[in-house]
């Protein structure tokens, strides 16, 4: 009973450090892996606070980088002062996921611009040392962020779930790679999904609805809308430097080519899923189409 009342629950009626897991262990030298381990989810959680303090607060020489610290927004080189951040003028909501065991956090915004407007930004910091080796920002500016999405950011996908809801990290990391996967060969695991499984664009719902301007086309599911043909993939480059067991949060990163596009279109993608009892139930996507643009710029 328990098990049904807390899916039911996150479910919309409409629309310590764990062992370093082996996926990490082949990818991460020992040493950096330690390092990582030195920063607990406190530490993390004290480091992005200071991070997005001094980037509203227009500090952003106040942010403790590391020698050879890479600043990228939307895949790009560009210096942490002229990121999407010097445009804010408030933000109005935020959600954190921390993985103490790789090192990473993650930070997701709905910000109000200083024209009006509303973007949905998002920032991920590798900390190694006490200091930041990676800023990776994933920035929507455009008018399709959906401000009543993105200005009360959902609070369940932050819920711990109950110890028999929660899937290993390995398992997690897994069921990420096989979205992806069906990213690439249009051939999802239906068991992978709840069947009202919803994934939103910068906030604006895009499976379960009768139009939107993201995929258009008929009403699909999570899983239906990567089975059959589909006009993207494969998606390359895959990352997935959150996992977090506690709560069934991973964070993946892709850039899925459009191999039919004229221009050579590319999306980077930037995804959340909330997985609880072995199925997806929600995908907080940030997906950007972009041109010329050969790689995200990130191995590990």
């Not at 999407?84 to 954190?96: G, L």
């Not at 990213?183 to 939103?200: I, K």
């Amino acid at each position: 009973m328990k098990r049904t009342t807390t899916l039911m629950k996150f479910l919309p009626t409409a629309p310590s450090v764990a062992c370093l897991a082996l996926s990490l262990v082949t990818t991460w030298p020992a040493v950096a892996a330690a390092q990582a381990a030195d920063c607990d989810r406190a530490c993390l959680s004290q480091t992005m606070d200071r991070f997005l303090a001094a980037m509203i607060g227009g500090k952003p020489d106040a942010v403790r980088l590391a020698q050879d610290a890479e600043v990228r927004q939307n895949t790009r080189l560009t210096p942490l002062a002229q990121t999407a951040w010097k445009d804010v003028k408030v933000v109005k909501s935020t959600m954190t996921f921390a993985d103490p065991v790789s090192g990473n956090i993650v930070a997701r915004a709905g910000v109000e611009l200083k024209n009006g407007r509303p973007a949905y930004l998002s920032a991920r910091l590798r900390v190694l040392g006490g200091k930041i080796t990676d800023v990776e920002m994933s920035a929507d500016t455009s008018s399709r962020v959906v401000p009543a999405y993105v200005f009360a950011l959902d609070p369940r996908y932050s819920e711990v779930l109950p110890p028999e809801q929660r899937m290993s990290r390995d398992s997690l990391e897994a069921l990420g790679r096989r979205y992806f996967l069906g990213l690439t060969d249009h051939h999802p695991v239906a068991e992978d999904y709840d069947d009202r499984c919803d994934r939103y664009h910068s906030g604006q719902r895009v499976t379960n609805a009768a139009s939107n301007s993201v995929e258009g086309g008929p009403p699909r599911t999570c899983f239906g809308s990567n089975n059959g043909d589909r006009p993207w993939g494969p998606a390359i480059e895959q990352r997935f430097p959150i996992v977090d067991a506690e709560r069934g949060i991973v964070l993946g990163f892709t850039l899925l080519l459009y191999p039919k596009s004229p221009n050579q279109q590319r999306m980077y993608v930037s995804e959340i899923f909330k997985v609880v009892d072995h199925k997806v139930v929600q995908i907080d996507n940030i997906g950007l189409m972009m041109q010329g643009v050969a790689t995200t710029g990130y191995i590990h």
